[in-house]
């Protein structure tokens, strides 16, 4: 409906009294309106010369004084409403309530993530109200609590590496007759756990292509820790394992029936960084005269620096060859897809074990009594120490050579900026001292959980009392993860972030513990300031590009950049189909 045009306009109103009503109101009726009657007569006579008249200018003066008084004597009486200065007084309580619970943070972090419509609209009720705090300091705490987070699962700059593994053309024309032959075969027996097994994997590879021999698929030893039997195609899909290597090493099953009954030579002395031209002075004649070559500990012995034909080759096998069975890649997958499904996930491989305090001479930091369980074992079983025995445990933990505890490791998280409500993939063993000495970082994060929680009822069951698979199913989760961070070195940790690297430098986080431990015990430092020397000092430990080459000695699937990547657009197209 259309309105008026003079709606806005104040009008006046005005009420007739006739003359002869006014005429009649005597001076004492006058009176007995305006004042009240308990006065006494002395204030009647005292004040009644002012009101005899009303057309005084001394009345009207008194009148509207009195007036004007009432009125703030009442508005005084009741000032609350006025304090917000807001139309929507509800709205400001809720505000409060939500600081104070701590949940605004986490509208704004699910928000940011756009994660779900209907949580964007709680954030944007909410967002409303923001300005009504004079101060402005809670808009700006918001904004810098929801940019740490987002900042936290930013992923690096992987300066448009991608994998790359051109081969030069006399290493695709030796590959003609190395496929073909038929009279030298390499049997390998790896061992330690999964991990480790994949690196003595990638080792025999290469070493039965620098022999030019078939390579008999790898025997895994038991593991004598976990008592894990499993065989090379339980853990590892076998026909893509031949598959991936078809032209460049030929792999078999089992000898054949030619050299069934041939005593292979066992070689036991392989040292530590063995070059190709060593090991083909060392085992060729020996291998083309007996027909069959057998290797056993394998772990480090081939050298890490080697012609860039080979380079590539150990990438390709471990980066495409070994890939994991399909059962195993099944109940992975399922894992990390429920992981992923609420937005980023952060995996932790804490290395937290027992057996991992007593090997590295360090200390778990619970209390007395399991430091006394690990000195004592250490004690009675000294060759499990594989740490330098000349260090003290404290000298150990200033040199950053132990593993981060779970209070370290919340510090650490907290610092870089992690946000309260990430959600927590933990790999690796049960840690020593239980679920208590996991307290520190479900008490701050309290979505937390390892692939026992994940699981439905019975999905584990196929793999129980089998740790090498049970390692696979973590690494999967940990590799399809945003963010990973190792508490402490190792083989899974070196393996992950090569793959990292290779599928585009996603976050890695490694942890610079020698520079960052005097920082963690002092106590009197202020948060902020540790929190800004902490980020400081990982700005350049997020899994950006690393380049192998400075690092001398280095194994290429830890840092494959650039021997197995590059960024140049006209090596691009040479990246291997698989």
Same mark, same amino acid.
């Given at each position: 409906?259309?309105?008026?045009?003079?709606?806005? &306009?104040?009008?006046?109103?005005?009420?007739?009294?006739?003359?002869?009503?006014?005429?009649?109101?005597?001076?004492? #009726?006058?009176?007995? *309106?305006?004042? #009240?009657? %308990?006065?006494?007569?002395?204030?009647?006579?005292?004040?009644?010369?002012?009101? $005899?008249?009303?057309?005084?200018?001394?009345?009207?003066?008194?009148?509207?004084?009195?007036?004007?008084?009432?009125?703030?004597?009442?508005?005084?009486?009741?000032?609350?409403?006025?304090?917000?200065?807001?139309?929507?007084?509800? $709205?400001?309580?809720? *505000?409060?309530?939500?600081?104070?619970?701590? /949940?605004?943070?986490?509208?704004?972090?699910?928000?940011?993530?756009?994660?779900?419509? !209907?949580?964007?609209?709680?954030?944007?009720?909410? #967002?409303?109200?923001?300005?009504?705090?004079?101060?402005?300091?809670?808009?700006?705490?918001?904004?810098?609590?929801?940019?740490?987070?987002?900042?936290?699962?930013?992923?690096?700059?992987?300066?448009?590496?991608?994998?790359?593994?051109?081969?030069?053309?006399?290493?695709?024309?030796?590959?003609?007759?190395?496929?073909?032959?038929?009279?030298?075969?390499?049997?390998?027996?790896?061992?330690?756990?999964?991990?480790?097994?994949?690196?003595?994997?990638?080792?025999?590879?290469?070493?039965?292509?620098?022999?030019?021999?078939?390579?008999?698929?790898?025997?895994?030893?038991?593991?004598?820790?976990?008592?894990?039997?499993?065989?090379?195609?339980?853990?590892?899909?076998?026909? /893509?394992?031949?598959?991936?290597?078809?032209?460049?090493?030929?792999? @078999?099953?089992?000898?054949?029936? $030619?050299?069934?009954? &041939?005593?292979?030579?066992?070689?036991?002395?392989?040292?530590? !960084?063995?070059?190709?031209?060593?090991?083909?002075?060392?085992?060729?004649?020996?291998? %083309?005269?007996?027909?069959?070559?057998?290797?056993?500990?394998?772990?480090?012995?081939?050298?890490?620096?080697?012609?860039?034909?080979?380079?590539?080759?150990?990438?390709? @096998?471990?980066?495409?060859?070994?890939?994991?069975?399909?059962?195993?890649?099944?109940?992975?997958?399922?894992?990390?897809?429920?992981?992923?499904?609420?937005?980023?996930?952060?995996?932790?491989?804490?290395?937290?074990?027992?057996?991992?305090?007593?090997? $590295?001479?360090?200390?778990?930091?619970?209390?007395?009594?399991?430091?006394?369980?690990?000195?004592?074992?250490?004690?009675?079983?000294?060759?499990?120490?594989?740490?330098?025995?000349?260090?003290?445990?404290?000298?150990?933990?200033?040199?950053?050579?132990?593993? *981060?505890?779970?209070l370290e490791v919340t510090r650490?998280?907290?610092?870089?900026? =992690?946000?309260?409500?990430?959600?927590?993939?933990? =790999?690796?063993? /049960?840690?020593?001292?239980?679920?208590?000495?996991?307290?520190?970082?479900?008490?701050?994060?309290?979505?937390?959980?390892?692939?026992?929680?994940?699981?439905?009822?019975?999905? *584990?069951?196929?793999?129980?009392?089998?740790?090498?698979?049970?390692?696979?199913?973590?690494?999967?989760?940990?590799?399809?993860?945003? @963010?990973?961070?190792?508490? /402490?070195?190792?083989?899974?940790?070196?393996?992950?972030?090569?793959?990292?690297?290779?599928?585009?430098?996603?976050?890695?986080?490694?942890?610079?513990?020698?520079?960052?431990?005097?920082?963690?015990?002092?106590?009197?430092?202020?948060? =902020?300031?540790?929190?800004?020397?902490?980020?400081?000092?990982?700005?350049?430990?997020?899994?950006?590009?690393?380049?192998r080459t400075s690092r001398a000695?280095?194994?290429v699937t830890k840092y494959p950049?650039?021997?197995?990547?590059?960024?140049?657009?006209?090596?691009?197209?040479?990246?291997?189909?698989?």
């Amino acid at each position: 409906m259309a309105k008026s045009k003079n709606n806005n &306009t104040k009008k006046l109103s005005y009420i007739s009294v006739p003359s002869q009503i006014i005429n009649s109101l005597s001076s004492s #009726s006058l009176q007995s *309106l305006l004042l #009240s009657p %308990k006065k006494s007569s002395r204030s009647k006579n005292r004040y009644l010369s002012w009101f $005899t008249n009303y057309r005084s200018p001394k009345f009207w003066v008194l009148f509207l004084f009195l007036f004007g008084f009432l009125g703030m004597l009442k508005l005084g009486l009741n000032l609350d409403p006025l304090i917000p200065y807001s139309p929507y007084p509800c $709205t400001t309580s809720q *505000l409060q309530n939500l600081v104070s619970n701590g /949940h605004l943070k986490s509208h704004m972090a699910i928000a940011s993530n756009g994660e779900n419509s !209907h949580q964007v609209e709680v954030f944007n009720s909410v #967002s409303h109200s923001q300005p009504l705090l004079s101060n402005g300091n809670l808009k700006s705490e918001v904004g810098v609590e929801e940019a740490e987070q987002s900042e936290f699962w930013k992923q690096p700059d992987g300066l448009g590496y991608r994998p790359c593994l051109a081969l030069s053309n006399e290493y695709k024309k030796a590959s003609v007759g190395i496929v073909k032959d038929k009279t030298k075969y390499l049997i390998v027996v790896v061992s330690g756990g999964m991990n480790q097994q994949r690196n003595q994997i990638v080792d025999a590879v290469v070493i039965a292509r620098i022999l030019g021999a078939a390579l008999v698929v790898p025997i895994l030893q038991v593991n004598v820790i976990w008592g894990d039997e499993s065989e090379f195609s339980d853990i590892f899909d076998l026909e /893509h394992f031949k598959k991936v290597l078809a032209n460049d090493v030929r792999i @078999v099953s089992s000898l054949p029936s $030619t050299h069934i009954m &041939t005593r292979p030579v066992e070689e036991k002395r392989t040292p530590l !960084h063995a070059s190709p031209n060593w090991i083909r002075s060392r085992y060729l004649k020996r291998i %083309k005269r007996e027909g069959v070559l057998l290797l056993r500990g394998l772990d480090s012995r081939l050298s890490k620096d080697l012609p860039s034909d080979l380079q590539k080759l150990r990438c390709k @096998v471990a980066f495409h060859a070994l890939r994991f069975a399909p059962p195993i890649l099944g109940i992975g997958n399922k894992l990390a897809e429920r992981m992923s499904s609420k937005g980023p996930y952060l995996a932790l491989h804490l290395r937290m074990e027992k057996d991992v305090w007593v090997r $590295t001479g360090c200390l778990p930091g619970l209390s007395p009594e399991y430091d006394e369980i690990v000195n004592n074992e250490r004690i009675q079983r000294p060759e499990l120490l594989t740490g330098r025995s000349n260090m003290t445990y404290h000298e150990r933990k200033l040199a950053g050579l132990c593993p *981060l505890n779970a209070l370290e490791v919340t510090r650490l998280l907290k610092a870089l900026g =992690a946000p309260k409500n990430a959600r927590i993939y933990w =790999a690796g063993g /049960h840690p020593f001292g239980g679920t208590e000495a996991l307290l520190p970082l479900t008490g701050e994060f309290p979505h937390f959980y390892n692939k026992e929680d994940l699981a439905l009822p019975g999905e *584990l069951e196929p793999f129980s009392n089998r740790a090498s698979v049970m390692a696979a199913i973590d690494y999967i989760v940990s590799e399809n993860s945003d @963010v990973f961070m190792p508490s /402490h070195g190792g083989n899974m940790g070196h393996a992950i972030q090569g793959h990292r690297a290779y599928a585009g430098h996603k976050k890695y986080i490694t942890p610079d513990k020698r520079h960052m431990l005097p920082y963690f015990l002092n106590s009197s430092l202020p948060e =902020a300031e540790f929190n800004r020397i902490i980020r400081e000092l990982h700005k350049d430990s997020l899994g950006q590009p690393d380049l192998r080459t400075s690092r001398a000695g280095k194994d290429v699937t830890k840092y494959p950049v650039p021997e197995c990547m590059c960024n140049d657009s006209r090596t691009r197209s040479s990246v291997s189909p698989y």
